[in-house]
């Protein structure tokens, strides 16, 4: 009979794709609600509701040439400064409609231009909402592109590319400086997002990408990006500077402004092994400082955290993304009830306490014959409320809770678990904080 220790950190991530007999050390097969940043387990943190209003659908910032902000939120069919509650336009869409919006500087004012896919569009000139002049189509999508301004998703031309003149947002109906582009793909695929990338305007489609190039009509060109992946919904597109990610009916996709492709990473690809594809355009991408944050519609729908240069994958789940959006002051979502919140803040989801779940992978010490026994777990951690530990084996299992302070403490775990292999867990529920660093497990091992 001999004494080892075995260190359960540095923790890593959320690993579905790994057998959990020979899943890499720090890697979990189930875990929820948890932060593994310098390899110490955290419970998540939360988010805060900075308004007062349910039924958001979503948000946009409009910026004044004063440098000050107005926040537009679109609620209940309406478009609405949050911050005052004033309705500015009444009945403006209906929960079908696909909502799209550009700012833009016209002379002295700065204007925010909005589709909705049914109506003339609209713009909001920093007090009033009226219809965008000149002539503009009917479109679900708009975009700044040399400054012009891009639209598409149109009923009656659904493949069609429009763009206004020059510097004239307002101008959609003069001879060689406005006009349109046809996009015919052939494959029943449709507009997606039109979006201003690498020096051109790239186009979403169901099926494919293209590129339209050239600065002025005249030397205006299309090219098919090299790939068959397209686009599910304009939701589920990110920028980083670098590398535009986006989410088609195979999993997470890159364009780099050469050419589209899924990315490979199984432990990734088993994440959407588990999508509810017949729900996916409830689907959500957002790039924030080296992370790609997705909601998923899955059995159990949950907020992916993909760490894009490690590879961690972590897991949230207790609550719904309508949007993800940022700026300055920080992450921001809109979650299932339409509250607008601030993301990683506080320890709430909204107004609900979250639970915490930490599974290991299972061990067996390279004997599967061996009997060990677990005697007692070594770590320090600090938080609020009471952590779990539980020690699961082949033969039964143990249970202790263990009361944490804001400091730093030492804590010493008696254990009494016996077995061939055993998993650990890690459980902190009602609303309880914690952060553990370097958790040990000490036992003997018996011969077999």
Sequence with gaps: MSEIKMSLSPFMGLDLYS???????????????????????????????????????????????????????????????????????????????????????MNSTYITVICNGRNVPVKFNGSTVSALGGGPPVAAFTELHNERVFMAGSAANPDRVYYSASFAPESWNVDIESGYIDLPSWDGGRIREIKSLFGDLVVFKDFGLYRIYGTYPGEFGVEKINSNVGCINKHTIAFNGETCFFLNHLGLCAYNGMSAKLIEDKRLKAVFDRVDFNRINEARLHDYYGKLYMFLPMDEDCVIEYDYTSGVILRKKGFKVKQFFSDKDGMYIIDGDGYVCKYNSGVFFGDKGISCYWKSRDYDLGGKGEVKNVMYLCMTARGSGRVRVCINTDKGSFTDDVLLSNKYTYCKIPIRARGRRFTVEIVGDNGSCFELDSPDLYMDVEEE
């Design 19 to 105: 057998y959990p007999n020979l899943m890499k050390d720090g890697y979990s097969p189930d875990c929820f609600n948890v932060e593994t940043d310098a390899g110490i387990l955290r419970s998540c943190k939360g988010f805060k509701r900075i308004n007062d209003s349910a039924g958001c659908r979503h948000y946009f910032n409009h910026y004044k040439s004063d440098g000050k902000m107005v926040k537009l939120v679109f609620r209940n069919g309406n478009i609405e400064n949050m911050e005052t509650g004033t309705v500015l336009k009444s009945g403006y869409y209906t929960d079908k409609d696909t909502l799209s919006m550009v700012n833009y500087q």
